[in-house]
């Protein structure tokens, strides 16, 4: 069956970094574009970053523009999230998405930000 499922999330103190990683498995990994999108308590949906199936484009929310970095395996079904100079706005749930032929999603992994 299909599975994303993430990690590396934790309590991090602001402008420490974490990276976060994506495993997936029960889909054709290289046809999809592959998303991270958090959710901070109390409020929405918010897409922090994307990246094509080659992995040689990258998008980002303004926010965490120049802070966070997109990246795939290319040759294990991986994508990972380099966060550095965390801030507590930061502070959410970080969820991996893939769109494709269908749309999944993991369960998501927690991210707090505080001294």
């Known amino acids: 069956q299909v599975q994303l499922v993430e990690s590396g999330g934790g309590l991090v103190q602001p402008g420490g970094s974490l990276r976060l990683s994506c495993a997936a498995s029960?889909?054709?990994?290289?046809?999809?574009?592959m998303y991270w999108v958090r959710q901070a308590p109390g409020k929405g949906l918010e897409w922090v970053a994307s990246?094509?199936?080659?992995?040689?484009?990258?998008y980002y929310t303004d926010s965490v523009k120049g802070r966070f970095t997109i990246s795939r395996g290319m040759d294990k079904s991986m994508v990972y999230l380099r966060m550095n100079s965390l801030k507590a706005e930061d502070t959410a749930v970080y969820h991996c998405?893939?769109?494709?032929?269908?749309?999944?999603w993991g369960q998501g992994t927690q991210v707090t930000v505080s001294s």
């Open positions: 990246i094509n199936t080659g992995g040689d484009n990258t």
């Open positions: 029960g889909f054709t990994f290289s046809s999809y574009w």
């Open positions: 998405y893939a769109s494709g032929t269908n749309d999944y």
